[in-house]
């Protein structure tokens, strides 16, 4: 046993297992990332000098990765910026709607209140804009684990515009996404910055669509995506 052995010896090795405890909260936290890198790769290019910078916190380790995305904007300088960009940023709204509350639904009985009430969205539900379709590139690198990567090709990206998500926790806590219109992601995200359903209205140009407006309206009510502002 360790016992037996100098004390700095028990140091580093303790040392050791806990940086690995730290690198393996980061490998589930962000495994879009973690398969593009491999182990090596991601402890020395992204790990490493994130931890430095952020060190946890506490002991508990359920916040270590909190401002991994934060700290990938302003500081990995790959060539690849824009994809591990992307990456962190899906990988971490999947990991947070596991973990958000839920509000109660809001009282669809008045309708002509609920336009002027102030609302926003579930802690549940995550609005994405992305560079190209990551969602389908997430499900098809998750479908293998990390060394099946090592050499097989990645998966083929569809990219050239950006595509606009919903993410949401559906029904037995499983991950839901939807594409949205550039108009329908606009709406949501006016709700999001706290204005109510007719200012949010006025905000997107909506020249053409109001029924579909009135539509989606409904759906996302029924969806449980919004709720009154507390």
């Given at each position: 046993g360790t016992d037996s052995l100098p004390a700095w010896q028990r140091m580093e090795i303790y040392s050791q297992s806990y940086w690995r405890r730290l690198f393996g909260v980061l490998h589930e936290e962000f495994p879009m990332l973690y398969r593009l890198f491999g182990q090596e790769g991601f402890d020395r290019l992204l790990a490493v000098p994130y931890i430095v910078r952020y060190p946890p916190a506490s002991w508990s380790l359920s916040r270590l990765a909190t401002h991994f995305t934060k700290w990938v904007d302003a500081e990995y300088q790959g060539d690849d910026n824009v994809l591990v960009q992307a990456c962190a940023d899906l990988d971490w709204a999947c990991r947070e709607i596991f973990v958000a509350q839920e509000h109660p639904r809001p009282d669809l009985s008045n309708g002509e209140a609920l336009l002027?009430?102030?609302?926003?969205?579930?802690p549940f539900v995550k609005?994405?804009?992305?560079?190209?379709?990551?969602?389908?590139?997430?499900?098809?690198?998750?479908?293998?684990?990390p060394e099946y990567w090592?050499?097989?090709?990645?998966?083929?990206?569809?990219?050239?515009?950006l595509f606009y998500f919903v993410?949401?926790?559906?029904?037995?806590c499983a991950l839901e996404w939807q594409e949205?219109?550039?108009?329908?992601y606009l709406l949501l995200r006016a709700i999001e910055e706290g204005y109510t359903i007719d200012e949010a209205c006025d905000r997107v140009t909506l020249d053409g669509i109001e029924e579909q407006v009135a539509f989606w309206l409904q759906e996302w009510l029924i969806r449980n995506w919004l709720h009154f502002q507390l």
């Open positions: 002027a009430q102030k609302i926003a969205l579930q609005l994405l804009e992305l560079p190209g379709h990551y969602l389908h590139f997430r499900k098809a690198l998750l479908e293998h684990p090592h050499e097989a090709d990645f998966p083929k990206l569809e990219k050239g515009r993410l949401y926790r559906g029904g037995s949205l219109s550039h108009e329908a």
